[in-house]
C-alpha cells in the first residue's frame, strides 16, 4: 500500500515537471514570438503598402491596392483593407492585393491591418492618394505637343492598342481599344492584362463607315474574343449614344444577353451645338436615361460642342460655359466613371470652338485652360506634399498566455 502510494506522489511529482518544463518551453516560444513582432513590424508598417503611392493622381473605377506580406512578423491570418476609415475588405493571409472600386473625385486614404496568429493585429501606415475621372483622347498627331502632366488626368486612350511612347503620357494609365473583329484579336487581348492593362474599350463607332464599320451581328461575334480575358470589357461607342441607338446599340446589348455574354462598362460619343443651360442638362439626361437602361458604368469617352467655330469670343465663350456647366455634374453622378473630352483644332472652321490646344504649336486655348482646372479632387494642388501618415490604430501584440 505504501508503495503504491510512493509511485503515485512519484507520478505526480513527474507529471508536474513536466507540466512546469512545458509551460517554461511554451513562454520562451511566446516570448520569441513577441519578440520577432515587435522587431520587425517597424519595418512592414513603413513599406507595407507599394501601390497606390502617396500623392499620386488615380483613374476612378477599380484601383489596385497592392502590399507586402507580413510574414515576416508571424503566421498572417487575414488581411484587413480599410479605406477612409471604413472597412471595406478582407482577404486570406496569401493574398496582398485588392481591387477598391471607387468614383468619387478627391483624396482616399488606405491601410492595411494584418491580423497575426493569436490574435495579434499590427496596422500599416496610412497612404493619402487622390482620384479623378478626367483624361484625354488623343491620338499621337494631337499628343506630340502636350505636356500631358499639366493637364491634371489621370488616365488617356488613343484609338490603339498601342500606347504613346511621349515622356509625359507614361505615368498616365493607358485604356487601349479594338477596331476590328479579326481572327487574331483574342490572343491580342490576352496580352493586354498581362501589359499590365486593366480596361479595354471595344470597337469605335461601328454606326459609321467612316469609323469601324461593324454590323450588329459582327460585333456581337467579335466580342466573344474579349470575354474571359481578365480584363475589364467596354461596350463598343456608337456615334449615336445608346438612348438615340434603336438601330445598333439598343440590338447589340440585346443580342449580348442572348448569348450570355456582357460587357463591364458602357462608352457614350456625344457632339451637338446645343451649349446653353437646356442643352447642359439635356446632354445630363442622356448620360442618366443610359445608366437607367443598363445599369452599368458610364464612360463619356468623346464629348464635346460641334457647329461652334473658335474665330470669336463669344462662340469660343459658349463652347467654356456648357464645360463649366457639364464636368462638375458628371463628376458627381457616381456611375460616371471617366469622360475624356475631344479636342478639336483650333483651325478647324466648323468645330474649333472646341478646342483645347492648338496640335501644331501645343498652345492651350482659353477651354484648354479651363479643362485643366476642372475636375480636380480638392487639395491636389499641393499633392507634392502629401506624403504616407502614421496610422493612429495601435498596434495589439498578444501573448500565447494571454486568455
Given at each position: 500500500m505504501l508503495k503504491s502510494r510512493k509511485k503515485v506522489i512519484m507520478g505526480i511529482l513527474l507529471l508536474g515537471l513536466i507540466i512546469v518544463s512545458l509551460v517554461a518551453g511554451?513562454?520562451?516560444?511566446?516570448k520569441n514570438r513577441i519578440q520577432k513582432i515587435n522587431a520587425n513590424k517597424s519595418s512592414w508598417k513603413e513599406n507595407a503598402i507599394t501601390f497606390p503611392e502617396a500623392g499620386t493622381l488615380q483613374p476612378a473605377g477599380y484601383i489596385t491596392i497592392?502590399?507586402?506580406?507580413?510574414e515576416k512578423i508571424g503566421k498572417v491570418k487575414k488581411y484587413v483593407i480599410y479605406a477612409d476609415d471604413k472597412k471595406i475588405a478582407e482577404t486570406n493571409g496569401k493574398t496582398t492585393t485588392y481591387e477598391y472600386y471607387t468614383t468619387e473625385v478627391k483624396l482616399h486614404k488606405i491601410y492595411i491591418e494584418a491580423q497575426i496568429e493569436k490574435g495579434s493585429k499590427i496596422y500599416s501606415d496610412v497612404i493619402p492618394f487622390y482620384v479623378n475621372k478626367k483624361g484625354l483622347c488623343m491620338n499621337k498627331d494631337m499628343a506630340r505637343n502636350v505636356d500631358a502632366g499639366n493637364w491634371g488626368v489621370s488616365w488617356y486612350y488613343n484609338w490603339s492598342i498601342t500606347k504613346h511612347n511621349f515622356t509625359s503620357f507614361r505615368d498616365l494609365q493607358f485604356v487601349p481599344m479594338m477596331w476590328t473583329t479579326a481572327p487574331t484579336d483574342k490572343q491580342e487581348i490576352s496580352v493586354l492584362p498581362k501589359l499590365g492593362y486593366k480596361y479595354v474599350l471595344a470597337f469605335n463607332?461601328?454606326?459609321?463607315?467612316?469609323?469601324?464599320n461593324i454590323s450588329v451581328e459582327d460585333a456581337v461575334e467579335g466580342m466573344k474574343a474579349f470575354m474571359n480575358q481578365d480584363i475589364y470589357v467596354g461596350s463598343p461607342a456608337?456615334?449615336?449614344?445608346?438612348?438615340?441607338?434603336?438601330?445598333?446599340?439598343?440590338?447589340?446589348?440585346?443580342?449580348?444577353?442572348k448569348e450570355k455574354m456582357d460587357v463591364d462598362f458602357i462608352p457614350i460619343h456625344h457632339y451637338w451645338n446645343w451649349w446653353n443651360e437646356e442643352g447642359v442638362q439635356a446632354f445630363l439626361d442622356l448620360v442618366d436615361k443610359t445608366w437607367e437602361m443598363y445599369h452599368k458604368p458610364i464612360w463619356i469617352t468623346e464629348f464635346a460642342i460641334s457647329g461652334v467655330p473658335y474665330r470669336t469670343k463669344q462662340m469660343r465663350q459658349s463652347v467654356i460655359d456648357y464645360m463649366k456647366g457639364v464636368i462638375p455634374e458628371l463628376d458627381k453622378r457616381d456611375y460616371v466613371e471617366r469622360?475624356?473630352?475631344?479636342?478639336?483644332n483650333p483651325t478647324d472652321y466648323r468645330n474649333g470652338?472646341?478646342?483645347?490646344?492648338?496640335?501644331?504649336?501645343?498652345?492651350?486655348t482659353d477651354l484648354g485652360k479651363l479643362y485643366q482646372s476642372l475636375g480636380m479632387p480638392e487639395g491636389y494642388e499641393n499633392s507634392s506634399k502629401v506624403k504616407k501618415e502614421k496610422n493612429t490604430q495601435k498596434d495589439i501584440v498578444k501573448s500565447y498566455m494571454s486568455f
Amino acid at each position: 500500500m505504501l508503495k503504491s502510494r510512493k509511485k503515485v506522489i512519484m507520478g505526480i511529482l513527474l507529471l508536474g515537471l513536466i507540466i512546469v518544463s512545458l509551460v517554461a518551453g511554451f513562454k520562451i516560444n511566446d516570448k520569441n514570438r513577441i519578440q520577432k513582432i515587435n522587431a520587425n513590424k517597424s519595418s512592414w508598417k513603413e513599406n507595407a503598402i507599394t501601390f497606390p503611392e502617396a500623392g499620386t493622381l488615380q483613374p476612378a473605377g477599380y484601383i489596385t491596392i497592392n502590399w507586402n506580406s507580413a510574414e515576416k512578423i508571424g503566421k498572417v491570418k487575414k488581411y484587413v483593407i480599410y479605406a477612409d476609415d471604413k472597412k471595406i475588405a478582407e482577404t486570406n493571409g496569401k493574398t496582398t492585393t485588392y481591387e477598391y472600386y471607387t468614383t468619387e473625385v478627391k483624396l482616399h486614404k488606405i491601410y492595411i491591418e494584418a491580423q497575426i496568429e493569436k490574435g495579434s493585429k499590427i496596422y500599416s501606415d496610412v497612404i493619402p492618394f487622390y482620384v479623378n475621372k478626367k483624361g484625354l483622347c488623343m491620338n499621337k498627331d494631337m499628343a506630340r505637343n502636350v505636356d500631358a502632366g499639366n493637364w491634371g488626368v489621370s488616365w488617356y486612350y488613343n484609338w490603339s492598342i498601342t500606347k504613346h511612347n511621349f515622356t509625359s503620357f507614361r505615368d498616365l494609365q493607358f485604356v487601349p481599344m479594338m477596331w476590328t473583329t479579326a481572327p487574331t484579336d483574342k490572343q491580342e487581348i490576352s496580352v493586354l492584362p498581362k501589359l499590365g492593362y486593366k480596361y479595354v474599350l471595344a470597337f469605335n463607332e461601328p454606326d459609321l463607315e467612316e469609323q469601324s464599320n461593324i454590323s450588329v451581328e459582327d460585333a456581337v461575334e467579335g466580342m466573344k474574343a474579349f470575354m474571359n480575358q481578365d480584363i475589364y470589357v467596354g461596350s463598343p461607342a456608337t456615334a449615336l449614344c445608346p438612348p438615340w441607338s434603336d438601330d445598333w446599340f439598343v440590338p447589340f446589348m440585346k443580342q449580348m444577353k442572348k448569348e450570355k455574354m456582357d460587357v463591364d462598362f458602357i462608352p457614350i460619343h456625344h457632339y451637338w451645338n446645343w451649349w446653353n443651360e437646356e442643352g447642359v442638362q439635356a446632354f445630363l439626361d442622356l448620360v442618366d436615361k443610359t445608366w437607367e437602361m443598363y445599369h452599368k458604368p458610364i464612360w463619356i469617352t468623346e464629348f464635346a460642342i460641334s457647329g461652334v467655330p473658335y474665330r470669336t469670343k463669344q462662340m469660343r465663350q459658349s463652347v467654356i460655359d456648357y464645360m463649366k456647366g457639364v464636368i462638375p455634374e458628371l463628376d458627381k453622378r457616381d456611375y460616371v466613371e471617366r469622360y475624356s473630352w475631344f479636342s478639336f483644332n483650333p483651325t478647324d472652321y466648323r468645330n474649333g470652338g472646341s478646342a483645347l490646344l492648338d496640335i501644331t504649336t501645343g498652345e492651350i486655348t482659353d477651354l484648354g485652360k479651363l479643362y485643366q482646372s476642372l475636375g480636380m479632387p480638392e487639395g491636389y494642388e499641393n499633392s507634392s506634399k502629401v506624403k504616407k501618415e502614421k496610422n493612429t490604430q495601435k498596434d495589439i501584440v498578444k501573448s500565447y498566455m494571454s486568455f
